[in-house]
């Protein structure tokens, strides 16, 4: 059995699709590529298809991932764009890896989001931000399934920082001069339990300093993987499986890859 590890994104409006929507639209793309899945036992089979700490519903999402298990060996790569192609636009599959290392959900150990506060001022973010990291502890609250639950959500902030939204669509005045300002937050926090989410960290720069931006912000997460501790920085999780088949001779399955036919629709 050949394991695939794919990287995927969320852009646009499809950052609305909640992980269940996500999931259907897959397992559809999976029948329409001939992507011969392997299938689990039991009185409903359904493919073997493992998804890794999905994003919120309503962020977009540059660093989604998944593994799916095959029962005849597929180039990663040919794979990738048929997947790809059968999906709608933004949710763009965008890596394949053949899966060689163990414990890939266990890599996947913290987040680097981006944060577009539209109305803000850089200036003023920038005072938030400090104010918040200057806490030894932000509690916030946040409704969960089990109640009304507070928890600290300083802690497993890495490091955040403010810049501006200058030059990179920053939106147009109510009078058609000048623009609206606009900050951009970079935000690495760890994943811990309970999850820290970006949602969070804007309580939190609430509580800590009372910014308030004046619409919902634009949430993205730029990459997830392993955390580098002494550079503060997210490294990519299908690494080790690339380091790993470059070091390794090919596989039967690999071998067996190469000879398969093209996915349908190629």
């Known amino acids: 059995m050949q394991r695939i590890r794919l990287r995927y994104t969320k852009r646009g409006r499809l950052r609305f699709t909640s992980h269940r929507d996500f999931q259907r639209a897959f397992e559809r793309a999976l029948r329409r590529a001939a992507v011969p899945m392997a299938y689990s036992a039991g009185f409903t089979p359904h493919p073997k298809v493992s998804y890794a700490n999905a994003a919120p519903t309503g962020t977009a999402s540059e660093a989604e991932y998944l593994e799916i298990a095959l029962s005849a060996p597929r180039d990663p790569e040919a794979l990738r764009a048929g997947l790809d192609t059968s999906l709608p636009p933004g949710l763009d599959v965008i890596d394949a890896v053949e899966a060689r290392t163990a414990d890939f959900a266990e890599r996947l150990t913290a987040s680097l989001w981006e944060l577009r506060l539209d109305g803000v001022e850089p200036e003023r973010a920038a005072g938030a931000v400090a104010a918040f990291l200057a806490a030894d502890?932000?509690?916030?609250?946040?409704?969960?399934?089990?109640g009304l639950r507070s928890f600290d959500a300083r802690a497993a902030v890495v490091s955040l920082t403010a810049g501006s939204g200058?030059?990179?669509g920053a939106v147009g005045g109510p009078d058609g001069t000048g623009t609206r300002p606009c900050a951009i937050l970079r935000l690495v926090v760890r994943h811990l339990t309970p999850a820290v989410r970006p949602d969070d960290v804007l309580s939190g720069l609430r509580a800590a300093a009372g910014l308030a931006p004046p619409v919902p912000a634009g949430v993205t997460r730029l990459a997830q993987g392993p955390l580098d501790e002494e550079t503060g920085t997210v490294t990519d999780p299908l690494a080790p499986d690339r380091d790993a088949a470059l070091a390794a001779p090919p596989t039967a399955a690999g071998q067996q890859a190469a000879?398969?036919?093209e996915l349908a629709g190629q």
């Open 259 to 261: 000879a398969a036919p």
């Open 137 to 146: 502890a932000v509690e916030v609250r946040r409704q969960t399934k089990k």
């Open 166 to 168: 200058a030059g990179d």
